[in-house]
């Protein structure tokens, strides 16, 4: 792994075998853990497929999936705090990344607004009640976001989900 530069106070740039990714410094584990030690090893990407990176952070996922497809396919990225799809959507123009999709949304298991606690982290989470220090954002039912997205056919779908606790929401609106 190279740490090629200090972006900001709190970013840096880091390439491991071609890829290069913005990431908090506070959080290189989680580059670590996607392509070092490759976590998500059983996910099956193949060019064509569609896949759905729900909680996509910063795109270290949706970076390596995206490569995966090798141009021919979709890549979604879901991920509701404003400052990781600011950071994610630089990973991907930094690394020419043309068929990826971006949302600004949660998942949850009604459509409407939620509370985003630690919204900028690798830990935020959905609160169910205010205390005043969350970000409030758009919330999608994973039946609203299927139609939203134009998914007609789920043959083909490789799904990442890794949203902090709230992976129960959305299975109970799919079962």
Do not use: C, Q, W
């Not at 853990?33 to 996910?43: D, S, W």
């Not at 490569?67 to 930094?94: C, F, T, Y």
Request: proline share 2%; glycine share 8%.
């Amino acid at each position: 792994m190279i740490i090629r530069t200090l972006v900001t106070e709190h970013l840096i740039e880091i390439e491991y075998g071609g890829v290069r990714l913005l990431v908090r410094k506070a959080e290189i584990f989680v580059f670590y853990a996607t392509f070092v030690t490759n976590e998500y090893y059983r996910l099956k990407t193949r060019p064509g497929d569609t896949v759905l990176d729900f909680g996509a952070n910063i795109g270290d996922f949706t970076v390596k999936a995206a490569l995966m497809l090798n141009g021919k396919g979709r890549i979604i990225a879901i991920e509701p705090s404003h400052e990781n799809v600011d950071i994610l959507k630089a990973n991907l123009e930094l690394n020419n990344i043309k068929n990826a999709e971006v949302y600004e949304t949660a998942i949850s298991d009604s459509d409407g607004y939620v509370n985003l606690e630690g919204g900028g982290t690798v830990s935020s989470h959905l609160k169910p009640e205010s205390t005043g220090r969350e970000e409030r954002v758009k919330a999608y039912s994973i039946t609203t976001f299927i139609e939203e997205a134009g998914l007609s056919s789920r043959d083909d779908l490789v799904v990442k989900m890794d949203i902090e606790g709230s992976e129960r929401h959305v299975i109970k609106d799919i079962s």
